[in-house]
């Protein structure tokens, strides 16, 4: 079977239900943008120099396919905050209290997670947008402003 379908030529793409919408449909619009962001922690992951943070990072990727599934119309669980509340609060406590703005770019892996942040941020927002027209579960905007929380963290532990 070929990956091209040419079904997608007009302008149109379809959820797991086959029903067909614009390609910038908001929900599309959040699909982009979350393959974009485990793309980019791909990429991070490959980097990590900290075996932990590939870890949590190879887990976040897991927990992003089940998001885009949700998105898509799957009725999948969200994935649960609790995961990504521990591991902030493993972080906080390692790292030092922070003082300053940090400027992103102080080594390649953190500079990769900084914009995997900001793309988490953009796909945070489409989610957001895409709740005025059709309800989200209020647990994958609580997972999603967390996971951006998450990822700053982990980027910092990276610059140590």
Same mark, same amino acid.
């Given at each position: 079977m070929s990956i091209t379908t040419?079904?997608?030529?007009?302008?149109t793409t379809s959820f797991l239900s086959n029903e067909r919408v614009p390609?910038?449909?908001? %929900?599309?619009?959040?699909l982009g943008t979350l393959d974009e962001l485990n793309a980019f922690l791909g990429a991070a992951r490959s980097a990590a120099a900290n075996s932990r943070s590939g870890e949590i990072i190879q887990t976040i990727q897991r927990d992003l396919f089940v998001v885009c599934g949700i998105i898509a119309g799957s009725m999948a669980p969200v994935p649960g905050t609790a995961q990504l509340d521990g591991w902030i609060a493993e972080l906080e406590t390692a790292l030092p209290v922070l %003082?300053?703005?940090?400027?992103?770019?102080?080594n390649p892996i953190s500079a990769r997670l900084h914009i995997a942040r900001t793309i988490c941020r953009r796909a945070e927002r489409r989610i957001v947008s895409m709740d005025r027209a059709e309800t989200v579960p209020p647990e994958l905007l609580r997972y999603m402003n967390r996971l951006s929380d998450l990822l700053f963290l982990l980027a910092r532990a990276e610059e140590k």
């Open positions: 040419k079904t997608g030529d007009d302008g390609k910038d449909h908001p %929900r599309i619009e959040c %003082r300053n703005f940090v400027t992103p770019g102080a």
